[in-house]
């Protein structure tokens, strides 16, 4: 058997696999032996920028009682907020060393349409002493339209309502992570803006139905992505400074530091990702193993991991995936869980096609339902097997799939504990072993990724 360790967010599981598994990961790119070193000087040698003194300088210059925000990233990505490789403190130490006070600076968490975070979560994340210097924060909120403006509509119609707390402010600086993306090709960049910081109203086009049923709307897709065309139009047009993105191997730990220009310093970002997430495919398995990674603090974000996994599969493959969802909504919005709940009752082409719809009116989260529909465009529901501990029997009902706790004994059914992950695996995959020889098939070819919802599987 070989030995695998899982990564759950922050927890790790070791799990046992068949020796015939084929693991599939991707290359690991070297650590930065020096990460604050490394941010200083990213932060002075800017890509196709200033350096970020320099923007401030000139900000100054203009209103010497300028304002400044920075934008952050929720807790549904680990861009690294605090500690040796923390970005935000250098960020903030700069705009305090050119004397703008602590009232004049504004961290702005980019919720887009999640749920706001609680000041535990923000202690978690971020560097202690942005509070004990009482650096203001804010979440911010799609559906507080006070505190949202009107900037017009994009070529393709969304109306951009944008934080009024960002568009107030004189120096705008964005943060975040560039890893690959199933919607918009790459995270980063642009989408600190939208969704990050839209309104609820702007959303409609951006994520709506027709964009993401676009074959280019995916990983590692970005000039010719609708998803991300749309996305940077938008931030162009509310306007920024300065970015400062990261990117990490797959224990979160800091590989390169991209700052400057809003395109430019992301489209590095994007070009260096390319070269270690893409594994190589050479053929379908009849089982696929993943997980949902730091990512999947619920199933909405789960969602990610499952569509990574379609290249690998046949149409009578078997796809089983864990996930540690540990987030206040474990299955994801009441709006999430309505579509969810439909799709799961009407089918994969029904829902397809009545989401396409011009009668259908958009349901916020409706976005997230469509991608596990290109899952299941690909494998019955019954062919999907899902477990993740916390979630209830109740829950488990509107889930697409196989409720993984059907592969433990009655008495340990729905015990919240990750202990129990080595022995659903092992019971699943003799159960599936099983089937496979009834139907008379010798060999079962199956394939671990290692990465979760992190790599992007290239056929060759």
Partial sequence: MKKIFLQLGEEIVKIHLPDNIEILSTNQPSLLSNPAVAIQKALENSIASPGLDRIIEQKLERNPKAKAVVVISDNTRPVPYKGESGILWPIIEKLLSHNISKERILILVATGTHRP???????????????????????????????????????????????????????????????????????????????????????????????????????????????????????????????????????????????????????????????????????????????????????YQAAKAAVVAIPALKTESKLIMIANNT?????????????????????????????????????????????????????????????????????????????????LPMDKRYKGTLRDIPQIIENIINKIDKEFEKKGKKEVNIAFLNDGPYGVLVKV
């Avoid at 910081?197 to 951006?206: D, V």
């Fill in 117 to 299: 975070l609680s000041e535990k979560e923000l202690r978690q994340m971020i560097d202690p002493r942005v509070f004990n210097y009482n650096i203001p924060i804010k979440n911010h909120d799609c559906e507080d339209k006070d505190n949202l403006t009107y900037l017009g509509k994009t070529n393709r119609g969304s109306l951009i309502y944008i934080n009024r707390d960002y568009i107030e402010a004189d120096i705008k600086i964005l943060t975040g992570l560039v890893e690959t993306h199933f919607m918009a090709g790459a995270s980063g960049g642009r989408k600190s803006i939208c969704p990050g910081l839209i309104g609820k109203e702007s959303i409609y086009i951006f994520h709506g139905a027709p964009i993401l049923a676009s074959p280019k709307a995916s990983d590692l897709i970005i000039d010719e992505n609708p998803c991300h065309q749309e996305a940077l139009e938008v931030a162009k047009k509310v306007g920024v400074d300065y970015i400062v993105n990261v990117t990490l191997n797959q224990n979160f730990k800091l590989t390169g530091v991209f700052a400057g220009d809003l395109e430019e310093a992301h489209k590095q970002a994007v070009n260096y990702i390319a070269k270690n997430v893409a594994i190589p495919l050479e053929k379908k398995y009849d089982i696929v193993i993943t997980h949902a990674g730091f990512v999947g603090i619920n199933h």
């Fill in 327 to 407: 987030d206040i909504d474990l299955i994801g919005s009441k709006n999430y869980r309505q579509v969810l709940s439909l799709f799961k009752s009407i089918g994969v082409k029904k829902f397809t096609q009545l989401i396409l719809s011009p009668k259908w009116k958009f349901i916020p989260d409706q976005w997230q339902v469509q991608m596990w529909a290109r899952l299941f465009s690909k494998i019955p529901q019954e062919n999907f097997i899902y477990y993740s501990p916390r979630i209830s029997p109740e829950d488990y009902k509107i889930i697409p799939g196989i409720d993984g706790n059907m592969f």
